[in-house]
């Protein structure tokens, strides 16, 4: 994350996403897959670090590799073409406002305070409960624990959508885009970004 500055000469916090060039890889189609979408690569990878199956997906689409390969719910696949490059301007400009989705960071093994926000017991006065779940057991009936009862455990590497962020710049020869606010994920994660049309 950075800031730009306005015309107004106020701050605007955004979050730097290098955007593409995404390749089109696949085509798939509602008579023959039974849905509408485009398959599409990116981060290029080198030909000695592919394996056979995939090298001989990418051949169809001009046999550059890549590290990611997504698929995208699109009206018309018809409209593509296989190793086409989609950069980020021909589909954003200033001022849209779209979804992000990305796994959030993962935290690890946490305690009910954390994970869930349990306020926990007493700091003081010989209090000897501070940051237990407490009982999460039922007593005669139903004798057992409930299910969906919220205890300690792993937290994190959620898939999360930030929704309506504003499209605040997009530098087209660095194939950058400036999204106004936080997306989820650490830096270099992989995010995908929707159009909310």
Aim: with cysteine.
């Amino acid at each position: 994350m950075t800031r730009v500055y306005n015309e107004h000469g106020r701050s605007i916090p955004v979050t730097v996403i290098e955007a593409g060039p995404c390749t089109v890889l696949q085509k798939k189609t509602e008579d023959r897959d039974g849905y509408n979408a485009i398959q599409v690569g990116f981060l290029e990878k080198k030909e000695s670090r592919i394996n056979k199956p995939l090298s001989g997906h990418f051949k169809r689409s001009g046999g550059k590799g890549f590290y990611h390969i997504r698929e995208f719910r699109v009206a018309d696949p018809e409209a593509f073409e296989l190793g086409q490059n989609i950069s980020v301007s021909e589909i954003l400009k200033i001022g849209d406002t779209v979804h992000v989705t990305g796994r959030s960071k993962g935290r690890g093994f946490q305690g009910v305070m954390k994970r869930h926000g349990f306020s926990g017991g007493r700091a003081t006065h010989g209090s000897m409960f501070h940051r237990a779940p407490g009982s999460i057991g039922c007593s005669a009936w139903p004798s057992r624990v409930i299910k969906g009862k919220k205890l300690p455990g792993h937290m994190g590497t959620n898939k999360v959508t930030m929704k309506n962020l504003t499209v605040v710049d997009i530098r087209e020869d660095e194939n950058v885009v400036l999204l106004k606010g936080a997306v989820p994920g650490a830096k270099n994660g992989l995010i995908s970004i929707f159009t909310t049309e």
